[in-house]
């Protein structure tokens, strides 16, 4: 078929449903592995649009399959589809309805394009081969790419290559932002709790003081990075919480600290929890105290893979213009259980700049709201993706 010159404005009107899809969901955020509402919802507009849905990977878990020709070739593409724990305050009409809980993250926009993508595919079905959208819960905090993948998700639906975009509202509007490689970093979580002896606070010498102690650790701790790691290799331990006490004239029993730690490199991430280990417990012994430490591993580091990362930059490049697109000159210390299926699958992971100024409130803020203005960009290029790694 004849493809329009301009492929956004060509699907102009199918972008007030994907805007009425993103705000519907957007008023219905649900917590990761508790996307049940939101579940149905993707599933059955998928199964109005003549796609073959498998649900229950990871429980919420969405798979929509829609085949054409007899081309052997199959694509994954990805949506994340759960929200955070934040009171919303954004003011918005279609603002959450569920206290407590908002899409903070612009997953509501993830998925209202790839559902707006998938509704234009069908009607065209201008590809060859195996299309599977996947629509995955408990991007945030759980892990679900991985429970998807333990559910059979590739052994079920192969895929040659698998897609994802995040929305980011820090860069320019419309700007494609990717890079072979490391894009991503692994996140690690450690809990480290500080054993005192609680006392008066006037007869500090009667008791064990974990604040002092626990002090002590977080100083400490900065050394890590800068004197235990190499100075080329991207690391980070940063103390996000510290709890003890509740009044001034009481020495608590206890200290808790929170950590998060981000690495690339599998030895230093190694390194990493050594030295916490060590600095925690050395640290706390100079006191005379004794520490418990629950240092928890999580997401890997998200990888791209070099062919289909110069895909991507070639699609975006066509599709944009080359003044549209960047490449990361170093990784994001964020993290995305994306990273779990780049182990599995080729594939490569992106950023879709959707600044509106200079001051947008940033992801996981309470303000945030996904640029409705994105969506006819995102929802065309994922048609544009797969009709072009699919192509007749």
Not at 199 to 220: F, K, N, T, W
Not at 257 to 270: C, E, G, H, Y
Not at 351 to 360: I, M, P, V
Request: aromatic share 8%; glycine share 8%; hydrophobic share 40%.
């Amino acid at each position: 078929m004849t493809k329009s010159l301009d492929p956004v404005a060509a699907l102009a009107n199918h972008m007030p449903d994907v805007m009425a899809i993103r705000h519907h969901l957007h008023r219905n955020p649900e917590i990761g592995l508790s996307e049940f509402k939101t579940s149905d919802f993707i599933a059955s507009r998928l199964v109005d649009m003549g796609y073959e849905v498998t649900r229950g990977l990871a429980g919420t878990g969405v798979v929509a399959t829609l085949c054409n020709g007899s081309s052997q070739r199959s694509l994954g593409i990805r949506a994340d589809i759960d929200a955070l724990p934040i009171h919303e305050e954004t003011g918005a009409d279609y603002a959450s309805e569920n206290p407590g809980v908002m899409h903070a993250c612009g997953h509501d926009g993830h998925t209202a394009m790839l559902l707006g993508a998938a509704k234009i595919i069908a009607e065209r079905r201008n590809f060859d081969g195996t299309l599977h959208l996947i629509f995955q819960p408990a991007e945030e905090n759980f892990g679900g790419a991985l429970l998807m993948i333990d559910d059979g998700l590739f052994t079920r639906f192969p895929c040659d290559a698998v897609f994802a975009l995040h929305n980011e509202p820090n860069l320019p509007f419309g700007h494609f932002v990717l890079r072979d490689g490391p894009i991503m970093a692994a996140v690690d979580e450690c809990k480290i709790t500080v054993n005192g002896y609680g006392g008066h606070g006037a007869e500090p010498q009667s008791a064990l003081d974990p604040i002092v102690a626990g002090a002590s650790i977080v100083m400490a701790l900065q050394t890590i990075v800068s004197r235990n790691i190499h100075p080329l290799t991207p690391a980070v331990v940063t103390v996000g919480a510290f709890h003890a006490g509740v009044a001034s004239n009481v020495i608590p029993q206890t200290a808790e600290m929170l950590l998060t730690i981000r690495s690339f490199d599998p030895d230093a991430r190694d390194e990493l929890e050594k030295r916490i280990r060590l600095i925690a417990e050395g640290q706390a012994a100079s006191y005379g105290m004794q520490v418990t430490l629950d240092y928890q591993r999580g997401y890997n580091p998200t990888v791209n893979h070099k062919a289909e990362t110069d895909y991507i930059i070639d699609l975006a490049t066509r599709f944009s213009g080359a003044g549209k697109i960047s490449q990361m000159p170093r990784p994001n210390m964020w993290a995305e259980d994306f990273a779990y299926m780049l182990e599995e699958r080729p594939g490569a992971y992106f950023f879709l700049g959707t600044q509106r100024t200079e001051n947008d409130p940033p992801l996981h803020h309470p303000k945030f709201d996904f640029n409705d203005d994105i969506l006819p960009i995102g929802t065309a290029f994922w048609v544009e993706l797969a009709e072009d790694y699919l192509k007749v």
